[in-house]
């Protein structure tokens, strides 16, 4: 079990550098020495960067000019970020509990916000990208090149290696803020994931079946 470090009142890291080497540390400052308030900026952050890197090889530009599509993000994204953190930090606190985890809606806040750090740290390079070259950052239907080719494959290495590091440092917060095991907080993690698969399964085979009785 995870038992939380004491530390003295003047004890501060920058948690965006050290997210990425020291969830666990870093997620126990955030719980005892900032506000829930301090991690809303990695929420807010997280969704325009995410927005970001939903852009990439999608049709939008040029119909849309990459200075709308920028604003879109730095609009939407912010409430599309509130929206996932917060419900994904409810249903951590709630398959946490069952595990017998004792953290708290705000911890667990504090704790999953650290998880839009690396997609945050992707950002500004994808935004020198599409900013240099939107014919390669978007799928514009251009043949394709060596440039275009190497620049997807980098994107995809880059993405899956963020996604995994973001779910490690979920991990991590998770199980400093329900103060249980690493393998506590992997599966409270995954069963809601599994359980909403499933969900989106069961409905797709119903709508299929009922499609089908009609013909």
Not at 96 to 109: L, P, Q, T
Request: glycine share 8%.
């Amino acid at each position: 079990m995870n038992q939380p470090q004491e530390q003295p009142q003047n004890y501060k890291i920058q948690p965006f550098f050290s997210t990425w080497l020291h969830p666990k540390k870093t997620a126990q400052y955030l719980i005892d020495h900032k506000k829930w308030t301090y991690s809303l900026i990695f929420v807010l952050l997280g969704g325009i960067a995410s927005g970001i890197t939903g852009l990439a090889a999608s049709d939008y530009y040029p119909t849309y000019s990459t200075w709308i599509l920028l604003l879109t993000c730095i609009l939407v994204g912010p409430f599309i970020g509130i929206f996932s953190v917060t419900i994904s930090t409810f249903f951590t606190w709630l398959v946490g509990k069952i595990f017998g985890g004792k953290g708290n809606f705000e911890d667990i806040f504090k704790a999953t916000s650290l998880s839009y750090v690396p997609t945050i740290g992707i950002a500004p390079f994808l935004l020198l990208w599409m900013a240099n070259s939107p014919l390669t950052y978007f799928d514009t239907g251009i043949e394709f090149s060596a440039v275009t080719i190497i620049s997807a494959i980098v994107f995809m290495l880059v993405s899956i290696a963020a996604g995994i590091w973001s779910f490690v440092i979920s991990v991590a917060g998770v199980a400093i803020a329900h103060r249980f095991s690493n393998w506590k907080a992997f599966f409270t993690l995954i069963i809601p994931g599994i359980i909403f698969g499933a969900f989106i399964i069961g409905l797709i085979v119903l709508l299929i079946i009922s499609l089908g009785g009609t013909y």
